[in-house]
């Protein structure tokens, strides 16, 4: 089996692609990468005409390389078959004088559904192709959506059980009811006192943790994660990149081999790192624009190299990018740094231990060719909204407003006329409160009543899964402190979630 991953710390603890979705974190806490990457190609004049799924198929093919052709389609028609609410899973529309690629047609309403609806079926193929036996704990961090859609996606799959930890009171009502309402026997759902960064940090010390691992290990559980730390997670969103240059070149807005701009908003730096891979795959990508909001710690670093977490993480209406901790960086240092596991450990122990890391000239200057940083504060996201749906009928959500934003000032700032793609990362009607205030001004009404009234006044449907729930019983009542959040972990690996609740 060809050892293609090994962990951006460390070039020494390599792995196979299968194996390196199961283990979702290297055993010296960084995370995997492929080393040749830039040395593979996605046949890009192949596409267009192809549909997603078939698309899907080509990209994961070439990055998980040791997944048999048929294996590969296998899971790709289990993900997507009837999953989401349109056969195009991510189709692709005009809006105004950009494109919007629109992730969020799957079963929870958010980009997370088009990697996490594909992930279990993965990690299953992998448990069996690495002969595994026991039961794996999927452990996740979230700051809004990925918590949702990783519980969906595991939902009653056998041989795992799935773990979220969220911040209280740092996710949208209607995130906190996805979860905290989630079916299935082998879900838990614990709310965590802190944001999302000391969840984060709470998930991956439980991974480092050599002691608790091998205690699970001795009761035949393994730890394994369904944040886009996993490389598993990261590697279907490059799909969706380059199925929105195919659309691109059918609809005749561009012509084969032209460049194309990706706007992108951006917290744990997962979803715009997928368009640098398929940059490094091929696709003609001229600039992938890093769309931040008032946690502006990613525009800073593009802009000065210097990576900065001490300061105030805000609680602002685009929840999901209330992150000061970027975890998916580290693979772009990675690569930024000529593949030099070395120096990522060196910046990411800076990081652990003072908060601070500044990287090279010449990997600032590389950045700076790749990346352009924005960042878009409350006031402006609102009016945003507001001017996108009265001048073009169409409906943002909080994040994806930061990014159309972020888009229009690049432009104004470069005089760049590529043509332009924004990736909606939400429907709006998940963030219903503050898309709601932006149209129509602050009201106190019931954030499901609000949806209502929105869906009537915008004349855009709410996504049935969102109808429902509100009349869903609530399943998961568990809140713990950060060094309480191991413990809930090993309770959870033992119990049925009633056991857990009735505790």
Do not use: W
Not at 123 to 143: F, Q, V
């Amino acid at each position: 089996m060809a050892q293609s991953y090994e962990s951006t710390r460390n070039f020494q603890l390599k792995a196979a692609a299968s194996e390196a979705v199961l283990k979702g974190i290297a055993d010296d806490g960084g995370l995997f990468v492929m080393r040749d990457l830039g040395k593979k190609k996605v046949p890009i004049m192949s596409l267009p005409g192809k549909s997603y799924m078939e698309i899907a198929e080509v990209v994961l093919s070439i990055l998980l390389d040791d997944f048999p052709e048929e294996k590969i389609k296998e899971c790709v028609r289990k993900a997507y078959t009837e999953k989401f609410s349109t056969p195009e899973v991510t189709p692709v529309v005009k809006v105004g004088e950009n494109y919007v690629t629109e992730l969020f047609h799957g079963p929870t309403s958010a980009f997370k559904d088009v990697a996490l609806c594909i992930l279990p079926h993965l990690m299953t193929a992998s448990y069996e192709m690495n002969k595994m036996a026991g039961e794996i704990i999927i452990l996740t961090a979230t700051s809004g959506d990925t918590g949702k859609a990783a519980l969906e996606g595991f939902k009653d799959v056998k041989g795992t059980k799935v773990v979220v930890f969220y911040p209280l009171g740092g996710v949208s009502k209607v995130q906190e009811l996805q979860m905290v309402t989630q079916e299935g026997e082998n879900t838990f759902v614990c709310g965590v006192k802190g944001n999302f960064d000391d969840a984060q940090t709470g998930v991956k010390n439980i991974f480092t943790n050599k002691s608790f691992n091998r205690e699970m290990a001795g009761r035949n559980k393994f730890l394994s994660s369904a944040n886009s730390i996993n490389i598993g997670r990261l590697v279907p969103q490059t799909a969706y990149y380059f199925y929105s240059y195919a659309k691109l070149i059918e609809e005749e807005a561009v012509k084969l081999g032209d460049k194309v701009n990706f706007a992108v908003p951006t917290g744990n730096f997962g979803n715009i790192l997928a368009g640098y891979y398929a940059k490094m795959l091929g696709l003609p990508i001229n600039k992938l624009i890093c769309a931040s909001n008032e946690n502006n710690v990613l525009y800073d670093f593009i802009k000065r190299g210097v990576y900065d977490k001490n300061r105030e993480l805000y609680r602002t209406i685009s929840p999901s990018m209330d992150i000061l901790v970027s975890s998916n960086l580290e693979r772009l240092l990675y690569y930024m740094s000529g593949n030099d596991n070395e120096r990522v450990k060196d910046y990411m122990d800076r990081l652990n231990t003072s908060g601070r890391y500044e990287i090279l000239d010449q990997m600032a200057e590389k950045l700076k060719e790749d990346f352009y940083g924005g960042c878009v504060f409350k006031e402006d996201a609102q009016k945003t909204i507001k001017r996108v749906y009265e001048e073009y009928g169409y409906l943002l959500d909080t994040h994806t407003a930061v990014a159309y934003k972020t888009l229009e000032e690049y432009k104004m700032d470069t005089k760049d006329e590529t043509v332009s793609v924004v990736l909606s990362t939400a429907s709006p009607f998940k963030f219903a409160g503050s898309v709601y205030e932006a149209l129509y001004g602050k009201t106190n009404v019931d954030e499901f009543a609000l949806m209502e009234d929105l869906s009537q006044k915008t004349r855009v449907k709410i996504p049935e899964n969102l109808k429902e729930i509100k009349n869903k019983k609530i399943r998961h009542f568990e809140a713990c402190e950060v060094n309480e959040m191991e413990g809930f972990v090993a309770k959870a690996s033992n119990k049925r979630i009633n056991e857990v609740k009735n505790d």
